[in-house]
């Protein structure tokens, strides 16, 4: 809900706070240019002015609520709420408060929560939130019996009181936080379409790293479906970074599968998972990313005890990340709903079993490697290099 009138959304972001005057001018460039992208993205008219650590977004009435959904979905962002503007006048916003209250307010329990960040002006905060409460109060007491509740109020009047500017808006729409998308480098997410891969790619996101997706195509044990979820993934994942290039690199993995299949039933999985970070890393090499990303957390399958993700990694020099190593099931669906993603995740895709009926929980590498077929690691070069770029 908005304050009548208001047209303008306050963006408020929180680690790109912690930087140095430096970083943080290059990380706001960022964002601002981010939040652009989203709201072009979307249709939503919005000129996006950088202010005091706090981003504009300039809009009309009629779009702001957009605006500010458009803008808390950039990563980076902690916060958002559609605000209307004030001089920093103490009675022109308790004016603006009585107002505010008098066309939005509608019984029930209210609270003021007022900010300043100017300490030279000549009221604080608490005049302020005490002062607003009354003109508040006075504004509904004919027809409301209003009451304050400063621990769980219905409604909460929030006020920020800038160097120029004072703002009022009654909602905050809570934002990713993180750091903006192009603030680190980017990394290959893998994805196979799963629940988790695309959490633990958002993730990375979170954290300012444009994703590269790649895709390994399982053949005949894959299929058609398989790969249409991956890339309903990335499509949903990409909603979230309209100017950045989210094509996705599939690597053709159908021989290596069928060869893993024909040869080895201990440790196949974890072959596979070798045959995996190779090509990734093969494809990082070629086009300068920085990490691999993907879905595994410990013991969530059999294939992701400790042991089996220590045998694993030591394919590549690169660093895996595993942002969801420690998180819970429920909590990455949860997320997966959140970000929209689960229901992508959990179209039929009708693939065969590549599992064998024993699986591998205590890998040691030695036995691993005598087990797995010759030339598994080359074909992961040679497929890396025969990887395609695709349209999700
Ligand atoms: N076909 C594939 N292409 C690309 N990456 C894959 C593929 N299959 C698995 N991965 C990567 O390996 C990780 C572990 O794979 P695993 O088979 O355990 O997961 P999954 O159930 O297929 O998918 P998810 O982990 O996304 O739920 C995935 O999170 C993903 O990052």
Same mark, same amino acid.
């Given at each position: ?34 939040? $652009?992208?989203? #709201?072009? +993205? ?5 000129? @996006? /002015?950088? %202010?005091?650590?706090?981003?504009? &977004? ?88 209003? $009451?304050?509740? #400063?621990? +769980? ?5 929030? @006020? /920020?009181? %800038?160097?120029?500017?004072?703002? &009022? ?88 599968? $069928? ?13 596979? %998972? ?119």
């Amino acid at each position: 809900m908005h304050p009548p009138g208001a047209d303008t959304v306050l963006v408020r972001h929180g680690d790109v706070n912690t930087k140095s005057n430096r970083v943080k001018r290059y990380m706001e460039d960022v964002l601002a240019e981010n939040l $652009e992208a989203l #709201l072009a +993205d979307r249709s939503v008219p919005g000129d @996006v /002015e950088r %202010r005091w650590n706090r981003p504009l &977004v300039h809009t009309d009435e009629a779009h702001v609520e957009a605006a500010t959904d458009a803008v808390t979905d950039a990563f980076g962002v902690v916060s958002a709420s559609p605000v209307l503007t004030t001089s920093t006048e103490k009675d022109e916003i308790l004016e603006t408060l009585a107002t505010t209250a008098r066309k939005r307010y509608d019984g029930g329990s209210f609270a003021v929560d007022a900010r300043r960040a100017d300490k030279r002006l000549p009221y604080g905060s608490d005049d302020l939130a005490r002062e607003g409460g009354t003109a508040i109060w006075e504004a509904v007491e004919d027809e409301f019996e209003p $009451e304050v509740d #400063l621990d +769980d109020p219905d409604l909460t009047f929030g @006020v /920020e009181v %800038r160097e120029d500017f004072a703002f &009022v808006y009654l909602e905050s729409v809570p934002g990713p936080g993180g750091l903006p998308l192009g603030a680190q480098e980017r990394v290959i997410a893998m994805v196979s379409g799963g629940i988790d891969s695309p959490v633990a790619a958002y993730e990375m996101m979170k954290r300012g790293c444009p994703i590269v997706p790649v895709y390994v195509d399982l053949g005949d044990y894959g299929g058609v479906d398989h790969e249409a979820r991956a890339m309903e993934t990335v499509r949903t994942l990409s909603r979230y970074a309209p100017n950045f290039d989210t094509q996705v690199y599939r690597v053709p993995g159908g021989e290596a599968v $069928e060869l893993l299949v024909e040869s080895m039933e201990q440790g196949r999985m974890l072959s596979l %998972r070798r045959f995996f970070y190779r090509a990734a890393e093969t494809l990082a090499e070629r086009i300068d990313a920085h990490g691999i990303v993907t879905g595994e957390a410990v013991g969530q399958k059999s294939s992701q005890t400790v042991q089996n993700l220590g045998v694993t990694s030591r394919v590549t020099s690169l660093p895996i990340h595993r942002p969801l190593l420690t998180r819970d099931k429920q909590d990455i669906v949860a997320q997966a709903r959140e970000i929209d993603t689960f229901t992508d995740s959990t179209i039929d895709a009708g693939c065969n079993r590549v599992a064998p009926d024993r699986a591998e929980t205590n890998a040691r590498l030695e036995p691993l490697l005598e087990a797995e077929p010759d030339g598994l690691l080359e074909l992961a070069e040679e497929a890396a290099r025969d990887a395609e770029l695709v349209e999700p």
